[in-house]
């Protein structure tokens, strides 16, 4: 009696890439250790997250659907839930994260310690911010830089003592990179007088740059610092990102069109 001849085996089907848990709509500048980047990394949470690159100041990058600010960063998780607000983003992918070292110390001195130079360091980075979009006006305001860059010098000195009494790693160290790396960016662009050309907050504030030096080798920065982006970062890319926040919402026959911002930056 002949055999049955045996079917051949199938072949194993590839696995659908298992969907991230939270969307990030945040700006890949290049040369600028994010805030948010960091404590997801320290959090533990970098492989549960989609990045979504967004050009707010580009056509076709805009999050208004998801956030009425149209700011990045934005945090949209899984059931459709938005956070928006870096300090907010920061503290709960902190709450959530996976390790035991948190970056947000429990209630004590260490706490409000942690807290106000998360608030110094991220006005010092918005601060800077405003200079930076003032270039774009015309007429520019000189008065802008007049009134903004002490606050920013006395920043830098309060930033100094507070280095020479850093223990571990913290929010608030987070966020004073994030403020430095972007000063940093902006004064080699050129910023207008008072601000001295290619002004160096280094100079004479050495406890500090030690401190900047040894936190540069953290795996949170250079997981992302001076790298560009690798991945999908067209129009295209995020106005689909954003329709599947909405689907999530429940609201649907959201379209995936790209849609244009608010405001388009000519410094």
Known sequence: MAKAKRKPAKAPQ?????????????SPIHGFIHKVLVVAHEAGLWDDIEFVPIYPMRDGYSVAAINPLHKVPTLALKDGTVLYGSQTIAEYLD??????KKLYPKNGPARWDA?????????MFEVTVTMTLEKGEVPM???VFSWYWPKVERALDQMEKDAAKFKGFDIGQASTLHALSYLDRQCGRGLKPPVPENYNWRKGRPKLTAWWNKALKRPSVT????KDFVG????????????????AQGKKGTSRTPQKVDYHYLG
Do not use: C, I, W
């Not at 848990?21 to 945040?26: I, T």
């Open 14 to 26: 590839p696995k659908a890439p298992k969907k991230k848990s939270m969307k990030l709509f945040y």
């Open 95 to 100: 709450t959530v994260g996976k390790t035991k």
């Open 115 to 123: 807290l106000r130079r998360l608030a110094l360091a991220d006005t």
């Open 141 to 143: 305001r000189a008065s």
């Open 223 to 226: 997981s992302h610092f001076n």
């Open 232 to 247: 999908p970062d067209t129009p295209e890319f995020a106005a689909a990102q954003v329709a599947e926040v909405l689907a």
